[in-house]
């Protein structure tokens, strides 16, 4: 039907009242699953150091009577280190936009503090998965952590070509030819830190593998729940021959590999706490630098392991 003739409609008025809801909608993840499942320290220095031992293979150990021993070789125990990374965001507001009166925030300095914080987190979370080496800080060269993907040497399986990491010296690890993740190398991985004496309880899988973890046979069985007809057609726990693990989806990790984590044998240490500050004003706006300095502390890199160089098809 027509519109009636002379009828005054809302495209010819002025003057109308915008509608805008008092609340702003943010879909981007916030979490942050490697950083919240790990302990947290205080650092103390730009170069966080630690030591690392284990114990001697068991043997048949026998001697006659009276017999005089003779002292065996002892082992020195390992020196591991990681250097701090600061980590910040900067951001403006003019003096106008912090007056004014606005929707979904009533001081958009706060507003931008606690969105700048949540991104630094994530940041923080990104580097602890994905970088490879320490990086010294230097005139005109900031410094980094080590992260996951650095540590991660004694326990993997990995593409051919593929090289591992080496955390004493320093060097990142050698990407392998691709292979289709099997339940097989996450088994055989697993092993290798039961037989290394660690008991991770935590694997990080990136979203592009996420579906062929869910296919395993040794996960948790799915089921279909009758009372409120949910069919649950994904695996929150994997439980195999060397032990018990919560898969976490990770976003921030690359999707070739994933990480057999023991929670306590990591420490996010902080040299400095986030926090925000006001930089030299030089105009008419607020300028803020908020920021943090921090290190990624693997108390032993062997209680953990990685499948490496892996796809889903």
Request: proline residues 3%; contains cysteine; glycine residues 8%.
């Amino acid at each position: 039907m027509a519109q009636l003739a002379n009828s005054f409609a809302t495209f010819s008025a002025v003057g109308l009242r915008e509608s805008l809801a008092d609340k702003i909608y943010m879909i981007s993840p916030e979490e942050t699953p490697f950083v919240s499942a790990i302990g947290k320290g205080k650092a103390e220095s730009v170069y966080e150091e630690w030591q690392t031992d284990a114990l001697a293979a068991a043997t048949n150990n026998k001697v006659e009577q009276g017999n005089e021993g003779t002292p065996a070789a002892v082992t020195a125990t390992g020196r591991m280190g990681n250097r701090t990374q600061i980590s910040e965001k900067v951001y403006a507001v003019t003096g106008t936009q912090e007056a004014v009166s606005k929707a979904g925030r009533k001081s958009e300095v706060a507003y931008q503090d606690a969105k700048k914080m949540v991104e630094l987190k994530r940041d923080i979370d990104f580097a602890c998965l994905q970088n490879t080496t320490a990086i010294a800080a230097a005139a005109g060269t900031a410094g980094q952590a080590r992260g996951v993907l650095g540590f991660l040497a004694t326990n993997t399986a990995k593409g051919a070509s593929g090289v591992d990491p080496n955390p004493t010296s320093n060097i990142a690890p050698t990407d392998g030819t691709l292979a289709t993740l099997t339940e097989a190398m996450f088994q055989s991985v697993a092993q290798k830190c039961w037989e290394s004496g660690g008991n991770p309880t935590m694997a990080f899988v990136p979203s592009a593998l996420r579906s062929k973890v869910s296919a395993w046979t040794g996960a948790a069985t799915k089921f279909d729940k009758t009372e409120d007809k949910t069919i649950y057609a994904t695996v929150e726990v994997y439980v195999g021959d060397f032990g018990r693990y919560s898969i976490i989806n990770s976003r921030n990790q690359r999707a070739r590999e994933i990480f057999l984590i023991q929670p306590d044998m990591w420490e996010l240490m902080t040299l400095r706490p986030m926090k925000g500050q006001d930089l030299a004003k030089t105009g008419d706006s607020q300028k803020r630098l908020i920021n943090t300095e921090w290190t990624l502390k693997c108390g032993n890199e062997a209680a953990n392991g990685a499948v490496r160089d892996v796809q889903a098809a």
